[in-house]
């Protein structure tokens, strides 16, 4: 069994919501440290990496490892009407495999949910080298999308020492974005060593849409026809995505 509850309620919804982008359902493990959960989309081609650390719940209770698979669309139903100033507990009860949801506001609300059979695989970490790193409002790079994401559903991101370029091209049109490193938008660009990779614009923007949530701050990272990561750090964690690249023939 563990327990778990938090002041605002519309965060978890928030963060549920953020996840459930690229998953349906998955398996949340709790241990005494804090809640995560790492899995792939269906198709494989992109990964969430979710954790919250004990330290980020009002009240937090678990004294061995448990794992929980949950439809996470399911509980997003049951979370619908939720406010930020209702508070959220938690409750697994591992002897009917139940999940109890309750919402204490202006009046009292109680759910129960089943769980599913947890999966036997536990998705490892990529294990990547980044050789570029920007670090942007999370509203800036939601716009160079919108922006590229009018011409073509994939985006070619290169980097320099000297500036980020997110271009996107057809045969009949272009769109070329470029931030200097002086930029007043860049927070950070920190390339080890020039770098460039073409990403499918569907998810990487339904990723930063749905990271928007967690931090007001996004992390991008990768190397050359590598993975990218983009990362979103809250204080009581963090939400990480990762999406593979589309190789093409230079």
Same mark, same amino acid.
């Given at each position: 069994?563990?327990?778990?509850?938090?002041?605002?309620?519309?965060?978890?919804?928030?963060?549920?919501?953020?996840?459930?982008?690229?998953?349906?359902?998955?398996?949340? #493990?709790?241990? %005494?440290?804090?809640?995560?959960?790492?899995?792939?989309?269906?198709?494989?081609?992109?990964?969430?990496?979710?954790?919250?650390?004990?330290?980020?719940?009002?009240?937090?209770?678990?004294?061995?490892?448990?794992?929980?698979?949950?439809?996470?669309?399911?509980?997003?139903?049951?979370?619908?009407?939720?406010?930020?100033?209702?508070?959220?507990? $938690?409750?697994?009860? !591992?002897?009917?495999?139940?999940?109890?949801?309750?919402?204490?506001?202006?009046?009292?609300?109680?759910?129960?949910?089943?769980?599913? !059979?947890?999966?036997?695989?536990?998705?490892?970490? %990529?294990?990547?080298?980044?050789?570029?790193?920007?670090?942007?409002?999370?509203?800036?790079?939601?716009?160079?999308?919108?922006?590229?994401? &009018?011409?073509?559903?994939?985006?070619?991101?290169?980097?320099?020492?000297?500036?980020?370029? =997110?271009?996107?091209?057809?045969?009949?049109?272009? &769109? #070329? #974005?470029?931030?200097?490193?002086?930029?007043?938008?860049?927070?950070? $660009?920190?390339?080890?060593?020039?770098?460039?990779?073409?990403?499918?614009?569907?998810?990487?923007?339904?990723?930063?849409? =749905?990271?928007? &949530?967690?931090?007001?701050?996004?992390?991008?990272?990768?190397?050359?026809?590598?993975?990218?990561?983009?990362?979103?750090?809250?204080?009581?964690?963090?939400?990480?995505?990762? $999406?593979? %690249?589309?190789?093409?023939?230079?």
């Amino acid at each position: 069994m563990f327990r778990i509850s938090l002041s605002d309620a519309q965060l978890w919804k928030s963060l549920a919501t953020a996840i459930s982008t690229l998953i349906e359902e998955g398996d949340f #493990i709790a241990t %005494p440290d804090g809640i995560k959960l790492r899995s792939m989309d269906p198709s494989h081609i992109a990964m969430v990496d979710f954790e919250w650390l004990k330290s980020g719940f009002e009240e937090y209770e678990c004294q061995e490892a448990t794992r929980i698979r949950i439809n996470i669309a399911s509980m997003l139903k049951l979370l619908k009407r939720v406010s930020s100033d209702e508070k959220l507990e $938690l409750l697994y009860d !591992d002897k009917t495999k139940k999940l109890n949801l309750t919402l204490k506001g202006k009046f009292l609300r109680k759910f129960t949910m089943p769980t599913l !059979d947890p999966s036997s695989d536990e998705q490892p970490a %990529p294990k990547i080298t980044f050789t570029s790193k920007i670090k942007l409002v999370t509203t800036v790079l939601r716009d160079i999308i919108d922006d590229v994401q &009018a011409v073509s559903d994939n985006v070619r991101l290169e980097t320099t020492p000297e500036k980020l370029t =997110a271009a996107a091209t057809t045969e009949l049109s272009s &769109a #070329i #974005i470029e931030l200097e490193k002086a930029s007043e938008l860049l927070i950070e $660009l920190d390339v080890k060593e020039p770098s460039k990779a073409t990403f499918n614009l569907n998810y990487l923007a339904e990723i930063v849409k =749905a990271g928007a &949530a967690a931090s007001e701050i996004v992390t991008v990272e990768f190397s050359s026809n590598l993975p990218i990561r983009v990362g979103f750090d809250f204080p009581q964690g963090k939400l990480h995505y990762y $999406l593979a %690249p589309r190789l093409e023939a230079e």
